[in-house]
């Protein structure tokens, strides 16, 4: 359970802050004064933040080991938070883009948390711990939705999410070793970005419908529930939960899915959970059904990037901590347009074309799964 405990509290503090400040985008974007498509565009600074971090994020957590670089950049994330419910655009822009910048990084050292436990312990926690993730989703979007439905000012509810992350890394810093410090080796020359090989391409083709459907539930869901189904703030944050659930669940139960299922079915039926939970989504007015669909795409999604990071570790060539960066900063350049074109449909279309127009490629995720086992396109290969 010790060993255990620090990517799973690092994973759920990481979830509160950032679902505590997603589910109170509409009251910044409010206090903006702007549409919904300059704030996809105020929303991509962080993805410019995370292009600039990935040639650092590597060697920063091989040079520092992952524990101690996790329980720096965390930190400065949650103090960066506040700052994004009060600032101006140009101020939000800035600070979202130090918030990619430095979450990055830390995400490069968590899932080497997990994948050094999983290799020292022939364990497999990298589900479990992603399922931490989605567990602080859900209390981080229950707490959200009852703060405002209280009239709980975000910059408020952003310092009480900061206080809790900087306490939980206090406690992983207090209760475990240290890491072994890493052997000396003799410097080689390193291009500044890990240039991606066939391998990990595929990788990133094959989970980026996946991914992008979460982005756009992060982004875009709270604002679908208030506005196309006119929830109020509580029950927007228990619907929401309802996504998180079916992450966290799914998550959870992760590591025996993929001791009892091959990858390409795990892939595959993800891509199936997600395009009916997206269907289901836009063709409903009930906000009961609404629920069962994002439930539904919170499974899909949730083995999305653990597969992904498993599949890396697994067959990619050289140093682990460069095949993740690599595989962060090729999902990276492949999303990051997607939100400001959202938020172009958004303001332009409807919330509900929003989501449509993500089914092809998630259609794309489901042809891809083969990826997932080393394997060639069953397509490609009848035809060839």
Not at 63 to 71: D, G, K, V, Y
Request: proline residues 6%; charged residues 10%.
């Amino acid at each position: 359970m010790k060993t255990f405990l620090p990517p799973a509290l690092l994973y759920f503090s990481n979830a509160i802050l950032f679902i505590s400040l997603f589910t109170r985008l509409p009251a910044i974007q409010a206090s903006m004064g702007i549409d919904k498509a300059v704030l996809g565009f105020a929303l991509l600074s962080a993805p410019v933040g995370t292009f600039l971090a990935l040639p650092l994020a590597g060697r920063i957590t091989d040079r520092f080991t992952p524990r101690l670089t996790a329980l720096v950049t965390l930190p400065i994330c949650a103090l960066l938070s506040p700052l994004l419910t009060i600032s101006p655009v140009i101020g939000f822009v800035l600070c979202f883009f130090l918030f990619g910048f430095f979450r990055t990084i830390f995400d490069v050292a968590a899932n080497m948390i997990s994948a050094g436990i999983e290799q020292r312990t022939g364990t497999k926690v990298l589900a479990r711990s992603h399922g931490f993730w989605s567990v602080g989703l859900l209390v981080g979007s229950l707490c959200s939705g009852f703060l405002a439905e209280r009239a709980v000012a975000p910059f408020s509810q952003q310092v009480m999410a900061a206080a809790f992350v900087v306490a939980a890394c206090l406690l992983v810093f207090w209760v475990t070793p240290k890491d072994v410090a890493p052997d000396a080796q003799p410097e080689r020359k390193r291009s500044a970005y890990v240039l991606p090989d066939r391998t990990i391409l595929l990788i990133c083709v094959m989970v980026f419908g996946l991914c992008i459907v979460e982005g756009a539930v992060y982004d875009w869901g709270i604002f679908f529930l208030r506005e196309e189904l006119g929830a109020d703030p509580a029950i927007a944050g228990m619907l929401y939960a309802a996504f998180t659930i079916g992450m966290g669940l799914t998550r959870l139960s992760g590591d025996m899915l993929r001791d009892s299922f091959r990858p390409m079915v795990l892939v595959r039926a993800s891509a199936v959970s997600v395009a009916m939970g997206i269907m289901l989504l836009v063709m409903t007015s009930s906000l009961t059904l609404a629920g069962v669909a994002l439930f539904l795409i919170g499974c899909g999604i949730a083995l999305a990037f653990p597969l992904a990071v498993s599949t890396t570790i697994e067959r990619g060539k050289g140093q682990p901590s460069e095949n993740l960066a690599a595989l962060s900063l090729t999902l990276m350049l492949s999303t990051i347009g997607v939100p400001p074109l959202l938020g172009f449909i958004a303001e332009h279309v409807s919330l509900a074309a929003t989501f449509l127009v993500l089914l092809p490629c998630v259609m794309v995720s489901f042809l891809m799964a083969p990826v997932a086992e080393g394997r060639r396109l069953s397509l490609w290969r009848r035809g060839s």
